[in-house]
């Protein structure tokens, strides 16, 4: 289903950003590769949107086609001794499907929101463990429509990066897991979920971590240190809890987010010399959003 002018703030965890020009819903494999057929033949740019839990829209919204799939490509199974996903599985789902299954080895993702693309798309990760670490290999489809199969060694992942899956959507992929004991593997995805609880503002609409952590340091005591805890800029609030995650008050908007993004930055690198990357993914803006 292709919907026209719809607003994307309730698809973004920050709850900001205008409407897309086109919003696709595709079910299943079939109806994605219609889509990007339909984004080639109207050469319009695309986006493929999870679960939003990453991305900062803008307040203009996307000028072409948001790819948002369901259905089909929602589906977590088994394969003998491999886990497999769809792209817009939850990963909170297959952490906790990988738990039912007595598999260890994806305890320090349990907690993370979004969709197994995303986590993919950034090599999503925590408490010394990313979703590298498990995989295996991963269907994709390109921007000219054609399906390749990616490998690990076909992707240089790095901290919060995967650049040959930035390039592509992500279908089907597969995790390389080992037997363990399913109560032991549950108590420490609750641990490690509890942690994540405890230290993040979750009852506030927010992205997670704003900035990836520079080397040798932590990106919120930078952002404590330079005197930003409790700044506020319209509706975006760096907060008391965690310097390193923004939050949105509800009656922000991404301006607000971004202004508060840019200050931070600047703050940080006037009195450490350091220049803070962002982690968050900017959608639907003309130049990068976050420069100094």
């Known amino acids: 289903m292709i919907r026209e002018r719809v607003p994307l703030a309730p698809l973004s965890t920050f709850r900001v950003g205008g409407p897309a020009r086109l919003l696709a819903e595709p079910m299943t494999e079939g109806e994605l590769r219609a889509v990007m057929a ?29 790819i948002r799939a369901r259905g089909e490509l929602t589906k977590i199974w088994r394969d003998g001794d491999l ?36 986590g993919l798309y950034m ?9 590298a ?5 991963c269907r994709t489809l390109t921007a000219s429509n054609r399906i390749e199969t990616l490998t690990k060694s076909d992707i240089a992942f790095g901290y919060r990066a995967a650049p040959e899956l930035q390039r592509v959507i992500a279908l089907s992929s597969r995790y390389k897991l080992t037997a363990g004991d399913s109560y032991k593997i549950s108590h420490e995805m609750r641990r490690v979920w509890m942690l994540r609880r405890d230290k ?24 404590e240190g330079a005197g930003c805890k409790g700044l506020r800029i319209g509706g975006a609030i760096v907060p008391g809890r965690h310097a390193g995650i923004f939050i ?41 959003p976050f420069s100094i």
């Open 38 to 66: 339909l984004v080639n033949d109207l050469k319009l740019p695309y986006f493929y949107v999870g679960l939003g839990s990453n991305l900062l829209i803008s307040d203009a919204g996307f000028p072409g086609v948001v």
């Open 133 to 137: 670490d498990t995989f295996v290999d």
């Open 123 to 131: 090599n999503a990760g925590a408490y010394g463990g990313e979703i």
């Open 200 to 223: 993040q503002p979750i009852e506030h609409p927010s992205a997670g971590s704003i900035f990836k952590r520079p080397p040798g340091d932590f990106a919120g005591r930078l952002i």
């Open 83 to 118: 886990i497999c996903a769809g792209p817009s599985a939850r990963l909170l789902l297959l952490t906790a499907f990988a738990a039912k299954q007595s598999l260890s080895g994806m305890e320090p993702l349990a907690g993370i929101p979004g969709t197994v693309g995303g």
């Open 248 to 288: 949105n008050d509800r009656a922000g908007s991404a301006d607000d987010i971004v202004r508060l993004i840019r200050t931070v930055r600047k703050r940080v690198f006037d009195k450490y010399g350091i220049l803070l990357e962002t982690e968050v993914l900017p959608v639907g803006f003309e130049t990068d």
